[in-house]
């Protein structure tokens, strides 16, 4: 009972912030996330386990922060989670559905969205797909326990789900760098697509597309700063490769400028596609200091975040002048009048085009 009174007051709270909408209160209200949530769940570094600390178990289910349920076999990189409630009522308010409305939801996951959207809409109208068959089998079973007998399958969420479309929306619960044609393809005309995005660089914000009346494209702004576990096959690499005729120097930009703030990084990633980014802490450094650094699996560049206008503070191999790349995109994002993610859009053509832009389709950047 305590939990149901601290789930519902959740509900109201996101009800009062905005993030979710009236239409959807009562489904948030009558499908909490308890009921998907797994007897495992992976936080603080440990597992809780709901029959060792039921009482933890049950907090941590009708909290606003996401749950880690599946790592992968490093034992630390999360493969899958049950997103913060937060992040879930914003991305279902800007789906936008309406009584009648068939979606798809990619990443079944626990299968909590699958079961408010079937709560909303029927459980007719909705289709989930989801890549690892574990997951898939346990959200039906979830689903099926709760009267939420949505269509599951089994399969690449990038495929989409052809024998089930067309679709009036497509719901998409992990990060993409490239928005995959067959999305679009199986999106009726003036259909809408929401799905996380995000760069090499930065991870990143959420996308809202809008097909259009060919249906051969899509295009919409980023609508909230959110981030989300990769999409297997898109989760950028780790970097690692040899690094030769090193090159020294000072940096004209603060690196902290950059890994402090997220509209900045954003923009830098969208400006610079394909480039990747850490902060680590550089042990072999003489000043034993923390660096940040970029590649692109070719060219590599790290600057220190102290001292970074020291003769040395930058290193970089490569054809390209990575480092000076970085701060010159950011110089063009101050510019620019430091615009947030939600100044930014994405058109994306079933052939595989993308085009990033600045405050309107037809102001290109990149």
Known sequence: MEHHVKWNALAGALRESGALSADWEPVFRAVPRRLFVPDRIHHGGEWVDRAERPDEWGELAVSDIPLVTQLEEDGSTPSSSSSMPTVVAQMLRHLQVADGVRVLDIGTGTGWTAGLLARRLGAENVTTVESDSGLAAAARR?????????????????????AGAPYDRVHVTAAVQRVPGALIEQTVPGGVI???YGTAFCNGGLLKLTVAEDGRSASGPFVEDVAFVWVRGQRPGSGEFEIEDVRHGPSALDPAAVAEHTDAAF?????????FRQEVWAGYDRLGTGRFEVWDGVSYAHCRLADWGGEHAVSRSGPRELWDEVTAAHAWWRRQGEPGLDRFGLTVTAAGEHRVWLDEPDRVIG
Not at 142 to 162: F, I, K, Q, W, Y
Request: net charge neutral; aromatic share 0%.
């Open 142 to 162: 979830r689903l099926e326990a709760n009267g939420l007998p949505v269509t599951a399958v089994v399969g690449d969420g990038m495929l989409g789900h052809p």
């Open 194 to 196: 929401v799905v996380p």
């Open 267 to 275: 923009a830098i990633g969208l400006r610079l596609p394909g480039l």
